[in-house]
């Protein structure tokens, strides 16, 4: 499975950004997606993930009520929108998949496959 992540970019406190994974491969292997987000400095932590079949969603607390995660299971596309994005939204942001049936994990070493990152810049 490869994984291309898009769609970041510099925008400015409040505004809106949607970032794209388009998956290629043997797709029918995957069984969720989740996005995560890396800072300077800091962790990659989980921001929301997706089953793919049921298309159950699980957000982190810091995106809550700001973004939704969804899927295109034809076009193999997972796509994270981000609304009221703020400062401390900067990261290189991920996409990740993982094959085996363990539900959508929080945790990034339980991923099998990387997109490249992209990065979004929230200026205040």
């Known amino acids: 499975v490869q994984l291309q992540a898009s769609g970041g970019g510099l925008v400015q406190a409040g505004d809106s950004l949607k970032l794209a994974c388009a998956a290629s491969g043997r797709t029918s292997s995957m069984n969720a997606v989740g996005w995560f987000r890396q800072a300077p400095g800091k962790e990659r932590e989980f921001v929301a993930g997706i089953s793919w079949s049921g298309g159950r969603t699980y957000y982190a607390d810091s995106a809550k009520g700001r973004s939704t995660i969804s899927r295109d299971n034809a076009k193999n596309t997972v796509s994270l929108q981000m609304n009221s994005l703020k400062p401390e939204d900067t990261a290189v942001y991920y996409c990740?998949?993982?094959?085996?049936?363990?539900?959508?994990?929080?945790?990034?070493?339980?991923?099998?496959?990387w997109g490249q990152g992209t990065q979004v810049t929230v200026s205040s």
């Open positions: 990740a998949a993982v094959s085996r049936r363990i539900g959508v994990p929080g945790a990034p070493n339980l991923y099998d496959y």
